[in-house]
């Protein structure tokens, strides 16, 4: 921008080839690395079934991944190798919440809605639970021990045995 505030052809040609370099990507970082790290500091890398607003979640030695449309994955944390990858959990729907994990357990919460309660581990995700909560969940879920609290657009819920 030139300063006064509006943007021209110029600023926008800027911003198009700023963004055309951008890659959306997940990576795993060694520790121990000062300053710019370069490509040598990168553990692994993955391109695929990466969410559009979710962030990942670390648990029990995997990265566990949902993005639109009910897709998950899941990356060995160290190795990055996929244990599966951008599989269907027949939970259709836009993602913002992250998932969060408690007790054994992996949730994924849609904006539309609806909670699925994955087994953590395995080589295929296996559904435990689903529930519709018939209104707006945008939020990320908060463990607080193993019991998940959620909160939809007009209430606040708390789960645990």
Same mark, same amino acid.
């Given at each position: 921008? @030139?300063?006064?505030?509006?943007?021209?052809?110029?600023?926008?040609?800027?911003?198009? =080839?700023?963004?055309?370099?951008?890659? #959306?990507?997940?990576?795993?970082?060694?520790?121990?690395?000062?300053?710019?790290?370069?490509? #040598?500091?990168?553990?692994?890398? @993955?391109?695929?079934?990466?969410?559009?607003?979710?962030?990942?979640?670390?648990?029990?030695?995997?990265?566990?991944?949902?993005?639109?449309?009910?897709?998950?994955?899941?990356?060995?944390?160290?190795?990055? @190798?996929?244990?599966? @990858?951008?599989?269907?959990?027949? =939970?259709?729907?836009?993602?913002?919440?992250?998932?969060?994990?408690?007790?054994?357990?992996?949730?994924?919460?849609s904006? #539309?809605?609806?909670?699925t309660?994955?087994?953590?581990?395995?080589?295929?995700?296996?559904?435990?639970?689903?529930?519709?909560?018939?209104?707006?969940?945008?939020?990320?879920?908060?463990?607080?021990?193993n019991?998940?609290?959620?909160?939809?657009?007009?209430?606040?819920?708390?789960?645990?045995?």
């Amino acid at each position: 921008m @030139q300063g006064d505030g509006k943007i021209v052809a110029e600023d926008l040609e800027t911003m198009k =080839a700023g963004m055309a370099k951008g890659e #959306n990507v997940l990576l795993a970082v060694k520790p121990g690395g000062k300053g710019e790290l370069s490509t #040598n500091h990168v553990a692994w890398k @993955q391109t695929r079934g990466l969410p559009y607003v979710p962030s990942p979640l670390h648990y029990r030695g995997r990265v566990y991944l949902v993005k639109d449309g009910g897709i998950v994955s899941s990356f060995d944390a160290k190795t990055g @190798q996929p244990h599966y @990858q951008q599989e269907r959990i027949d =939970a259709l729907g836009n993602y913002y919440a992250s998932p969060i994990a408690a007790d054994g357990r992996i949730y994924v919460a849609s904006l #539309n809605g609806k909670v699925t309660v994955l087994a953590a581990g395995g080589e295929q995700p296996k559904v435990l639970h689903r529930a519709d909560f018939g209104e707006r969940i945008s939020a990320t879920p908060a463990p607080v021990g193993n019991a998940p609290y959620l909160r939809t657009a007009s209430a606040l819920y708390a789960f645990g045995k």
